[in-house]
């Protein structure tokens, strides 16, 4: 038989993965112990009062099975039987009663959270509306009252009500943004799921697919990111203008030919894949090239879009498995080099 050291030197590894993976876990933007909005916070509250009552029963419990243990364990010598308590009306009365009371004190704020994040603001004229629909590996954002649709990147206005639609274009998926609020399936077979949050401060809040959905699952992030409500009415203005084609006529024509049967900007251009307009302002390419600065400053904030933008269209297998989007290994140096800026320069100025 396993003794007790071999037996917790297998465990070691075990443990020593489930840290890892725990802290991981502890990513501040994608944690929900880090509330960031009203819909977050109730959840997080929820968490609290039930993992505070929990803890409660598991010292109560475990100090009176210590104690029982002890107290009543089997002296050397010993032979009595020690007193039966069986049907005692006392005992049964305690062990039914308090749990009652501690589930009506978990029960009555869990039902009414229940009720308070069901709620349908999709009829309400202050909510923004967006029906968010996800692909394999990409979230549309659609925002049918101001007549817009972007992806990967969801601009709200701080402290106003978003009431989501989320369906999905293909199988399976989860919308999550775990510091504004819980997941919310989006399921196949035209069914629409309903839920809302808002956030009251000006920030960027990372997302993620929540249902395991195919190779790139796990790369299938975007962001949220809230703006003051003012730079958000010039953002659905400066994202509703008019876009040129690039400049150069051999460049526009091979962006018309190779990239607008799919992609479009401006009212050029096909509505089913990842609408490009302006991509030059966007957090990230594809969601998971993300544009910031290089920590040495090597390149700008500029360069790292042109970068992505060049790295993700020559080659975006490489960057996300399975994705929809053909390579384009074929342009020359020139095209790529031509398409990639066009693209960064595609900005929206509204911040
Ligand atoms: C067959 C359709 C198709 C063609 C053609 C195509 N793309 Fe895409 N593209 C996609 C899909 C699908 C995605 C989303 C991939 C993902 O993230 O899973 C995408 C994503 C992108 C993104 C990232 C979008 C974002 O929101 O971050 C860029 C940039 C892009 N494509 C540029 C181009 C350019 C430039 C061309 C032409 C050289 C091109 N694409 C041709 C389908 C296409
Ligand atoms: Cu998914």
Redesign the pocket.
Known sequence: MMNRWQFLKRLAPLMAMMALVLAACGREDLSTLNPQGPVAQQQFDLMKTSIIIMSGVVVVVFAISLYVIIRFRRRSGDKTIPKQVEGSHKLEIIWTVIPIILLVILGVPTVQSVFDLSKDYSKDPDAVKVIVTS????WEFEYPELGIKT??ELVIPTGKTIAIEAKTADVLHSFWVPSLAGKIDTNPAGNENKMFFSAPKKGVYLGKCAELCGP?HGLMDFKVKSVDPAAFDRWTAAIKAPVALPSDPAIAK??ED??L???AVGDMGGPA??N?TG?GS?E????ILVNVEADDKKYSHEDTIYNN?YK??KD?EKF?PG????D?KD?TEAELKG?SEY?AGLKLDYE
């Open positions: 692909h394999l590996y990409w992806a990967q790139s091979t962006f190779r990239c049967s799919c992609h894949y990842p490009l991509i966007r990230s390419v594809g969601g933008l993700w269209i975006p996300k994705n929809q989007m053909p384009h342009l398409i693209l």
